[in-house]
């Protein structure tokens, strides 16, 4: 489970140390490709091949569904933590994310988004707009 929000940064080879709270869950393996709203998502295995059978189980004949097989699967590299839990951002994906050095990392329960420090800030939601999240819920 991935919870919370860390400041993280990249070496000089784009790589980055992953929480060690979190490799128990990636440490087989994960998925990394890019995601929306200017982020990249990081999926454990398991969890990226419950994505993909839901994504590929759309209609072929649906444009929306395309355009979102191609920007997931197409954008996506499967990687394994190193001995010092570090991954590879690949420069594409970094390019992609704006990340230049500094990045936060945010666990959301099941997957991982990475943010520049200024996207971050922009996509922060003030409690009106939470409330309508909670109001889907029905709590």
Same mark, same amino acid.
């Given at each position: @489970? ?13 790589? @980055? ?14 998925? =990394? ?74 666990? =959301? ?8 420090? +200024? ?10 707009? +939470? ?9």
């Amino acid at each position: @489970m991935f919870l919370g929000h860390h400041t993280l940064t990249t070496d000089n080879a784009g790589k @980055m140390a992953l929480p060690k709270g979190y490799l128990p869950f990636l440490a087989a393996g994960l998925v =990394l490709t890019a995601g929306f709203d200017g982020s990249l998502l990081i999926f454990p295995e398991a969890d990226w091949r419950a994505l993909a059978e839901r994504v590929i189980g759309t209609a072929l004949t649906n444009g929306r569904a395309r355009t979102l097989r191609r920007h997931l699967f197409a954008n996506a590299v499967r990687l394994t933590p190193d001995k010092y839990g570090r991954i590879p951002l690949p420069h594409h994906l970094r390019q992609t994310a704006d990340i230049n050095g500094e990045l936060v990392l945010v666990g =959301l329960y099941n997957y991982l988004e990475i943010w520049s420090p +200024t996207a971050w800030q922009s996509v922060q939601t003030q409690p009106s707009e +939470t409330a309508v999240a909670w109001e889907d819920l029905r709590i």
